[in-house]
């Protein structure tokens, strides 16, 4: 059974335990049995609410990918338009074809990354990462501060946030080893085409033609 799959299994029954509780401690309340019925009921609610938390922490977890080794996360190829805006046809491996309209001299590409340790590790927990916003950068540093930009998302975020909420408990949740950002960025010209890769390191990208790999050798 996959992991996901047998998580998902161990949730339902915990919901299911806890509402079979929950009806015998009405029915104990209904017989007279208060204390018995209460303590029933409370157990079945307490169940009841550790199956839906986490439902809501997996339905997160689920936007996120599996990381175990180098893996290519997108493509992305460039059109201008004028100067400074670019046509963006974004490619990732899971999920739907984008064209966005930046602006900038640059594009940045960032990724939430979770890594594990622990009891985590024993558990067979990979790392795992989620692609988060892509967006236009200008190099001149008073351009970014004034000029027009442009950022996108690239994920949706239902159920409970585990990022946020990680991030502000990792110090007390042993099996957490790493929560952290990544991000990298190259120019953007006119039939400039890239692949985006993550790794365990982080996010890195490759030009795939000429034009791109001639675009980086003159960048800076």
Same mark, same amino acid.
């Given at each position: 059974m996959p992991k996901t799959t047998l998580v998902e299994f161990l949730i339902l029954i915990i919901g299911l335990l806890g509402f079979l509780f929950f009806l015998l401690g009405l029915r104990r309340l209904w017989r007279g049995g208060f204390i018995s019925g209460s303590l029933e009921g409370l157990t079945g609610l307490l169940l009841i609410s550790v199956s839906l938390l986490a439902g809501a922490v997996l339905m997160n977890l689920l936007t996120y990918d599996r990381l175990t080794r180098e893996t290519? #996360?997108?493509?992305?190829?460039?059109?201008? &338009?004028?100067?400074?805006?670019?046509?963006?046809? #974004?490619?990732?491996? /899971? !999920?739907?074809?984008?064209?966005?309209?930046?602006?900038? %001299?640059? +594009?940045?590409? %960032?990724?939430? #990354?979770? /890594? +594990?340790? !622990? #009891?985590? &590790?024993?558990l067979g927990l990979d790392p795992v990462y989620r692609l988060e916003r892509l967006g236009g950068r200008y190099h001149d540093i008073h351009q970014e501060r004034s000029a027009p930009r442009t950022v996108y998302s690239l994920s949706e975020d239902p159920g409970i946030d585990i990022w946020t909420t990680v991030r502000k408990v990792t110090h007390r949740i042993p099996w957490v080893d790493a929560v952290y950002g990544s991000a990298t960025y190259m120019p953007m010209v006119d039939g400039a085409h890239y692949e985006v890769f993550i790794s365990t390191t982080g996010l890195f990208a490759r030009p795939q033609n000429d034009i791109a790999k001639k675009a980086v050798s003159q960048w800076r």
């Open positions: 290519l #996360v997108s493509e992305i190829r460039f059109q201008a &338009l004028s100067s400074q805006r670019f046509l963006t046809y #974004v490619t990732p491996i /899971k !999920g739907s074809a984008r064209i966005l309209e930046m602006h900038g %001299d640059e +594009w940045q590409i %960032d990724a939430r #990354v979770l /890594k +594990w340790r !622990g #009891v985590a &590790l024993l």
